[in-house]
Antibody, heavy 116, light 107 residues
């Protein structure tokens, strides 16, 4: 059974760093792109970027280029999304998704709150 | 960037009725178009990919059609559990993939 299990809710202050995770199982991790999607409170879905674990090919939407970093640890089939310097505007729900037939499997989401 | 425009923004229908949602794309994406359902507090769920192929486990009342720039999601006979927000998504071209703004199906 394919599963994507994301790390828990995070509360940070502006200027702090953060890394959230997406632990996958039930499929060959390096054979599929992983996508990251942001959903701000009460808003729609936004593509942040896609990441290919086999060769660490990372592609970012222009809105998120330089703002976040995608990575993975293939040994533990886990993808990561990290921020070096959080802003209040980063408050949102973040989802990872496996790009098989489109986004065929999704994590449950990680809520991130950035507030002073 | 490819722009996706969904209509209507909100559709009010009764259980048992048929619902038709539209997704217009600013440039051709062939059939690289997916539809998702999202309920409050839940992650999106893939319904349709390749414009018209139902994802595993998706009821047959959900159907997708279209190619190029015009796409439609049809729910043939609405059940209570179908009231949700629906998003279209093009995955023809990166950067970036894009979502439509969503269509809310309400009772």
């Amino acid at each position: 059974e394919v599963q994507l299990v994301q790390s828990g809710a995070e509360v940070r202050k502006p200027g702090e760093s953060l890394r959230i995770s997406c632990k996958t199982s039930g499929y060959s991790f390096t054979n599929y792109w992983i996508g990251w999607v942001r959903q701000m409170p009460g808003k729609g879905l936004e593509w942040m970027g896609i990441f290919y674990p086999a060769d660490s090919d990372a592609r970012y939407s222009s809105s998120f280029q330089g703002q976040v970093t995608m990575s993975a640890d293939n040994s533990i089939t886990t993808a990561y999304l990290q921020w070096a310097t959080l802003k209040a505007s980063d408050t949102a729900m973040y989802y990872c998704t496996r790009m098989g037939a489109a986004g065929d499997y999704w994590g449950q989401g990680t809520p991130v709150t950035v507030s002073s | 960037e490819i722009v996706m425009t969904q209509s209507p923004a909100t559709l009010s229908v009764s259980p048992g009725e048929r619902a038709t949602l539209s997704c217009r794309v600013s440039q051709s994406v062939s059939t690289n178009l997916a539809w998702y359902q999202q309920k409050p507090g839940q992650a999106p769920r893939l319904l349709i990919y390749g414009a018209s192929t139902r994802a595993p486990g998706i009821p047959t009342r959900f159907s997708g059609s279209g190619s190029g720039t015009e796409f439609t999601l049809t729910i043939s006979s609405l059940q209570s559990e179908d009231f949700a927000v629906y998003y279209c998504h093009q995955y023809n071209k990166w950067p970036p993939y894009t979502f439509g703004q969503g269509s809310k199906l309400e009772i």
